[in-house]
């Protein structure tokens, strides 16, 4: 008796979980170098202990 079953399709994990990977370029508008952002924060860093010292919370 042939089965009247339909097959199954193997979906993929991935797809089946909602997590679906789209190839497109991203373009960035900024490129900052690391050492940049390093000095940036250890000058922020300065500032607010300055200014803590001049002005006591």
Same mark, same amino acid.
């Given at each position: 008796?042939?089965?009247? !079953?339909?097959?199954?399709?193997? =979906?993929?994990?991935? #797809?089946?979980?909602?997590?679906?990977?789209?190839?497109?370029?991203?373009?960035?508008?900024? !490129?900052?170098?690391?050492?940049? =952002?390093?000095?940036? #924060?250890?000058?922020?860093?300065?500032?607010?202990?300055?200014?803590?010292?001049?002005?006591?919370?």
């Amino acid at each position: 008796m042939p089965s009247s !079953k339909k097959k199954k399709e193997n =979906v993929p994990v991935m #797809s089946m979980a909602g997590l679906i990977r789209y190839y497109e370029e991203e373009h960035e508008k900024y !490129k900052v170098d690391p050492i940049y =952002v390093i000095i940036a #924060s250890i000058v922020l860093v300065a500032v607010v202990v300055a200014v803590t010292k001049i002005i006591p919370p």
